[in-house]
């Protein structure tokens, strides 16, 4: 056996009657939804049930497994401590998934544990599942700020570890959809909210995995949704699968989104192989940009990748252009995997001769120095997207209303302390959040008296 089914649900604690004291009859579709699948996982007795939480602890390079043989929890902090939860780990289960994860130099296992108590993102859904089916044990896992490809690749993982050790599996993705999308909501609104719920129940409900990979972190971001990776695990987990799909309730009344989903396996089906395609559209997307990338990209990348396979800078090549040879200034080197920053070194004022040894120098200074992230390794070079801008000599100006987000950076000066943000960034849509970003990436106050200086970038992909 293996994953038999998979549940996509939302977690408000507001929907268990002793913590919502009535408010819950708002959101009553989503209540029947939840009862509904309940009564689906008593049917299906399973062994096992892996529930994925965003409320678990959360790592940005890690994917945390809940260790030990058991775990408590309640609704206590939402005022209901009489509705608890006492459950027994698969401890085998999560052993042989963290053994795998060793095994193959994965990010995951059961190291970093923060709180033992029981999420609410784990005990919404045990709340319904527990009215209805108990003879199951549990295994927790928490998302990570990595990428949706390493995601899938995880669920694929967990899909593995329940087919060796023979296990009836149910998956159960806990995540509530957008926190935007009514103005009188605890978020407020924004407009990506309700098109980030239309994609996601349209990708669920017809059980197109794949699309999955193609919701932007940017687009997510001002949806303020919880819960893609953990749907991403959960299509990991059915990867290869053949599934029924069925779309119970969507919600959207509280200004949170709440959606229900189904996946029954019915077989194998070659074609579902989502990471393979996707993979495989990456690449070829990829290489189609660096045939058209500039001399200056070029340079940072030969650079970049010299220098990770040989551990020694490589000696300026031939054929440059004058103008990089001729000319000094400040340059960025911006190094992304899969959409998500990777490494971003670079220098403000010129530190080299000229434009091409300081591109060179700040490329491996992206490579291996961002103090945020580990070395880039050999096996990840096909994968990076590199892009470089050459920066104006900075001036000082008298206020904020002489900044323009898409066209000039800005550096905040505060003493000896300083920050620098690029302009044109995703997610960076003010001065004000551009001014807010730089004083706290140079460690200053908001009360702090500050210094601006603007400045223009050429942008080479």
């Known amino acids: 056996?293996?994953?038999?089914?998979?549940?996509?649900?939302?977690?408000?604690?507001?929907?268990?009657?002793?913590?919502?004291?009535?408010?819950?009859?708002?959101?009553?579709?989503?209540?029947?939804?939840?009862?509904?699948?309940?009564?689906?996982?008593?049917?299906?007795?399973?062994?096992?049930?892996?529930?994925?939480?965003?409320?678990?602890?959360?790592?940005?390079?890690?994917?945390?497994?809940?260790?030990?043989?058991?775990?408590?929890?309640?609704?206590?902090?939402?005022?209901?401590?009489?509705?608890?939860?006492?459950?027994?780990y698969d401890y085998e289960l999560t052993r042989a998934l963290s053994s795998l994860a060793d095994e193959k130099g994965f990010p995951a296992g059961t190291m970093g544990e923060k709180d033992r108590e029981l999420d609410h993102g784990t005990m919404v859904p045990l709340y319904f599942i527990t009215q209805q089916y108990n003879n199951f044990k549990l295994v927790r896992t928490g998302l990570s700020g990595l990428d949706l490809y390493t995601h899938y690749e995880y669920g694929m993982m967990i899909k593995k570890v329940a087919e060796d050790l023979n296990r009836r599996v149910v998956y159960v993705a806990s995540g509530d959809l957008s926190h935007k999308l009514q103005d009188y909501g605890p978020y407020g609104f924004a407009p990506e909210g309700p098109k980030y719920d239309k994609r996601i129940m349209d990708v669920c409900s017809r059980a197109a995995f794949g699309e999955m990979f193609d919701f932007d972190e940017n687009f997510c971001d001002k949806a303020a949704e919880c819960g893609h990776r953990s749907f991403v695990i959960m299509a990991g987990a059915l990867d290869g699968d053949k599934v029924i799909a069925k779309q119970y309730s969507h919600e959207d009344v509280t200004g949170v989104g709440y959606g229900i989903c189904s996946f029954m396996v019915n077989g194998q089906d070659e074609k579902r192989h989502f990471l393979e395609e996707a993979l495989r559209r990456k690449e070829g997307a990829l290489m189609e940009a660096r045939a058209k990338s500039d001399e200056y990209v070029n340079l940072a990348r030969q650079s970049l990748e010299y220098y990770v396979k040989n551990n020694t800078p490589m000696s300026m090549p031939d054929g440059l252009p004058g103008e990089m040879l001729n000319t000094a200034a400040g340059t960025f080197v911006s190094v992304h995997k899969n959409g998500q920053l990777r490494g971003c070194i670079g220098t403000f004022l010129p530190t080299k001769d000229n434009v091409a040894q300081e591109i060179m120098a700040n490329a491996i200074s992206a490579a291996t120095r961002d103090p945020r992230f580990n070395p880039i390794t050999e096996d990840e070079l096909k994968w990076l997207d590199i892009n470089v801008d050459v920066l104006s000599e900075p001036e000082e100006i008298d206020s904020m209303d002489e900044l323009d987000v898409k066209k000039y950076g800005v550096i905040v000066e505060s003493g000896y302390k300083r920050g620098l943000l690029l302009p044109d960034l995703d997610g960076v849509d003010t001065v004000e959040e551009q001014v807010d970003i730089a004083r706290r990436k140079g460690g200053i106050g908001p009360s702090e008296k500050i210094k601006l200086y603007r400045f223009e970038v050429v942008r080479h992909y």
Do not use: N
């Not at 939302?10 to 002793?18: E, F, K, N, R, T």
């Not at 939480?53 to 009489?82: C, L, N, R």
């Open 1 to 88: 056996m293996a994953i038999i089914a998979a549940f996509m649900v939302p977690h408000p604690p507001m929907i268990v009657p002793a913590v919502g004291r009535g408010s819950e009859g708002q959101v009553k579709t989503t209540i029947e939804s939840y009862e509904k699948v309940a009564s689906q996982i008593a049917r299906l007795k399973p062994d096992t049930i892996i529930i994925s939480t965003p409320h678990s602890v959360m790592y940005s390079d890690y994917f945390h497994i809940s260790p030990g043989k058991w775990a408590k929890g309640s609704f206590a902090q939402f005022g209901a401590p009489e509705v608890s939860f006492d459950v027994d």
